[in-house]
């Protein structure tokens, strides 16, 4: 019994320690491990994707040996032994399509493949283990044409995806029906793409954002750079859970006021805020509200200009105008003009 115990306990240290470490590396690819992610690897300029993953080979799910660890009475002396990447990212690399079985034997919970000019994903490509351990996908800087439809849509576990700046124009309705992992996923983030009220017609960015109701539980949604200038009542009442919204550098000049949660928009720059009366609410709210952040680097909220030219181009949201009320002009009265015998014109 003592002899089975031993062996079960080096068993799982030693599959512990094999699947915390980095593996040996080629070509391209290199370790870049962290406190966070002990199992790190990064690829550049690969060349491909099959060079990319033949260069971290060593880091696929396998059969290892455990004779050495064991002494040679142990009943058990090979095992299946999987190798957990906590992020695998691949920049620079010529991947037009990601085909079926690409990544089958790897265990990969952050994916990261920006840069690879990738415009279309094939239904199989993530079969294997990644259907269940991949959580965390981003796929930033390339030139897919919309919201995958496959491939994507089998991932179980997905909880954070990343689609800024492609070639995405068009927000369909029913775009996450199709995901398996719909109901968990978090976060969403569309910053940079085609997206404008014109372009999107019946399904226009937000009137409201109706593809949103097959992922109610998103917490946070970035779609900067967007062209968005119009948010409209009940937009985001299908997402009653959602904390963030990041819409800088698009189109917006007035804010609704349709939100109870007044920390829900996380970020406003960019955006040609009209400064008149119909604002004066929302600029006293921020000025009340000292914890709504808005003025940090990068991203900080100003007027744009106006007509009467205060205030001026540039105030932040939350600053002060000073401003003079436009009066009508008063006829002149007074005890004064009865001293003045003559007044020439």
Known sequence: ML???????????????????????????????????????????????SNALQAIQSAR???????QVLSPSAACTVMACW??????????????????????GFTILRLVLN????QSIDDQAFNGP?????????????????????????????????LNRNRIN????????????KDLLIKLSLAGNRLTDQSLTDTAVFRPLRLLQHIPHLIRLEMSEAAVDTIERGAFQRTPQIQAIVLNKNRLSQYVSLFTNRHIFRCFA????????????????????????????????????????????????RAVDF???????????????????????
Request: aromatic letters at 6%; one cysteine or more; hydrophobic letters at 40%.
């Open 3 to 49: 002899r089975q115990v031993r062996t079960v306990l080096l068993v799982l240290a030693f599959v512990t320690l094999v699947a915390a470490q980095c593996p040996t590396l080629s070509g391209p690819c290199r370790c870049a491990p962290s406190i966070y992610e002990p199992v790190a690897i990064i690829c550049e300029n690969a060349g491909s994707l």
């Open 61 to 67: 799910d396998t059969s290892v040996s455990l004779s």
């Open 130 to 162: 990644l259907l269940d351990s991949l959580v965390e996908l981003d796929l930033n800087d390339n030139n897919l044409g919309q919201i995958p439809q496959t491939g994507l849509t089998r991932l179980r576990n997905l909880r954070k995806l990343y």
């Open 170 to 181: 068009t927000l369909a309705s029913n775009a996450f029906a199709g995901y398996e992992s």
């Open 323 to 345: 401003c003079l009320e436009n009066e009508e002009p008063q006829p002149l009265t007074g005890r004064a003009l009865s001293l003045v015998g003559w007044i020439i014109l």
């Open 270 to 317: 960019g955006n040609p805020w009209f400064c008149n009366n119909d604002l004066l609410w929302f600029r006293q709210l921020l000025r009340d509200n000292l914890d709504i952040d808005i003025e940090k680097p990068g991203c900080l909220a100003v007027c744009a200009a106006s007509p009467s030219g205060c205030p001026a181009e540039g105030t932040p949201l």
């Open 115 to 118: 840069r690879n000019t990738l």
């Open 83 to 104: 190798f957990q990447i906590d992020s695998l990212t691949i920049l620079d690399t010529a991947i037009p399509n990601i085909p079926a079985n690409a990544f089958t």
